[in-house]
């Protein structure tokens, strides 16, 4: 009878025990939820060049991408906006664009915002000639940092505004049918003193436009000189000409 009563108390104990412990974990604030966190990287997941690790944390994985994107594309920013972050990074990504991605919990990664790596080439562009397919305009025509310059007429003044560390010069000229090929000379002055010449071959039976772009030239080389644009062509119905023109 002792025994039995013995037995009886030390399961009831026992139980009491196990109901405080699970009590416990049930009442215990926020234990029932599971955690899920908001994970950022800058560039391709795998091997990314910055791993921002966990920026936020959420009581589920579900309906909070849109939350989780949003502060990754902010962080990402943020960072970027130190030069130096930016130009390690854009140095990584050889000057191509990154993206960010971010996830939440254990869902796969996602696209956000793209970054563009600014250009890190800082000389001039170079030289070119080219063919190409008519243009509307059939009139020859002469650009200067995009200011168009009368080909027709004596010297004269043109102010040429200062756009990037370089003043371009382009030129663009119709070209009637032509069944040979013909060679296409287009040469750039400055003070009489030859800068540049472009020559290239159109190609046989076209009409075409020939396109010539300058090596671009220093602003401080540019402005208070006297420039030339002279062309020459052997096509049919073609005169060859110039035009000179200051810059103040």
């Not at 690790?53 to 579900?62: K, R």
């Not at 397919?133 to 043109?158: D, K, W, Y």
């Not at 644009?229 to 000409?241: I, K, M, P, R």
Request: proline letters at 6%; glycine letters at 6%.
């Amino acid at each position: 009878m002792i025994n039995s009563l013995t037995t009886t108390l030390i399961k009831l104990a026992h139980n009491n025990a196990l109901l405080v412990v699970a009590l416990a974990i049930c009442c215990l604030p926020g234990a029932a939820h599971a955690k899920a966190h908001c994970f950022c990287k800058l560039g391709p997941p795998a091997s990314p060049i910055k791993n921002f690790g966990e920026i936020a944390t959420y009581n589920t994985q579900n309906g909070h991408d849109s939350s989780c994107s949003n502060l990754c594309d902010a962080t990402i920013n943020s960072y970027m906006k130190d030069s130096g972050n930016r130009a390690s990074a854009c140095s990584v990504a050889n000057g191509t664009t990154i993206v960010a991605y971010s996830a939440v919990g254990t869902k796969a990664y996602r696209a956000g915002m793209t970054y563009t790596c600014p250009t890190t080439n800082s000389g001039p562009a170079a030289g070119s000639i080219k063919f190409v397919p008519l243009f509307p305009s059939a009139a020859r025509r002469l650009f200067v940092n995009n200011e168009e310059v009368n080909t027709f007429g004596q010297l004269f003044p043109v102010k040429v505004p200062i756009q990037t560390a370089y003043t371009t010069f382009k030129l663009e000229d119709k070209l009637e049918f032509h069944a040979q090929q013909w060679t296409y000379d287009a040469t750039l002055y400055r003070d009489n003193v030859l800068v540049e010449r472009l020559s290239g071959k159109s190609p046989p039976a076209s009409k075409v436009t020939v396109v010539v772009y300058f090596t671009g030239q220093p602003n401080s080389a540019v402005h208070g000189h006297t420039w030339k644009v002279e062309w020459h062509y052997n096509g049919n119905q073609f005169s060859n000409g110039s035009v000179s023109f200051l810059i103040p």
